[in-house]
């Protein structure tokens, strides 16, 4: 019994081993490859028709709000106001009942002075990959700016090169005071999936369904 146990562990030790060494690799892999599309000026990034807003909570589980959200919803308002991009696609979850992030997304942008009309819902992006694809085949956009933090503009951009979608990203502010060793170690298996869906396993979006014109 002793000895199963122990082969169990050692098993185990190679096994986080080679998880720890081949997210790293997939990591730094993704972070190197995508670096020069990522911009935090905005007078150097490129112009494009269209951004791609990431979704996540507008509020934390205490009820307080998620500076990731605030500030990515400021900087797709940045990027409307000085002419960087026309319409905005809102990409995010609505799965569960009384949980909409294109909504919230919708409503906090129109606050900001963004017109209705130049904003695109999209409830099916379910996942980071999931709104990248949808926006290449079901928004049928050729180029786009993404909108989020620098660490998941790099995975949003890394997925695009992939697919064949040309896009740069604009990183919105940093947070540095919520959530931030959660986010990190979420990133890291994020990424090992992202290359697994893109690599391997030819993942497909749980939906797709009609094109939209915008």
């Known amino acids: 019994m002793f000895y199963l146990f122990r082969k169990i562990i050692k098993w185990a030790i190679y096994l986080l081993i080679i998880t720890m060494a081949s997210g790293t690799v997939c990591y730094f892999w993704i972070e190197c490859s995508t670096d020069k599309k990522l911009y935090n000026d905005v007078n150097e990034l490129p112009e494009c028709y269209t951004g791609l807003l990431l979704g996540t909570s507008a509020h934390l589980g205490d009820g307080s709000d998620n500076l990731y959200f605030s500030r990515r919803i400021d900087a797709a308002a940045k990027l409307y106001e000085t002419g960087k991009i026309k319409k905005i696609i809102l990409s995010g979850d609505n799965r569960v009942y009384d949980y909409n992030e294109p909504k919230d997304m919708r409503k906090a942008l129109m606050l900001k002075g ?3 009309s130049c904003l695109v819902l999209d409830y099916a992006g379910l996942r980071t990959f999931d709104s990248m694809v949808r926006c ?3 928004f049928g956009q050729d180029s786009v700016i993404v909108i989020s933090q620098q660490f998941h503009n790099a ?6 090169e992939k697919i064949g979608l040309t896009a740069f990203a604009f990183n919105a502010k940093k947070v540095t005071t ?6 990190t170690f979420r990133e890291f298996f994020s990424r090992i999936r992202c290359v697994l869906d ?4 030819n993942t497909k979006p749980k939906h797709l369904g009609n094109k939209i014109v915008i």
């Open 198 to 201: 893109l690599y391997i396993l």
């Open 136 to 138: 290449k085949d079901i």
């Open 155 to 160: 995975r949003a951009v890394f997925i695009a």
């Open 178 to 183: 919520q959530k931030t060793a959660k986010m």
């Open 114 to 116: 963004v017109p209705d």
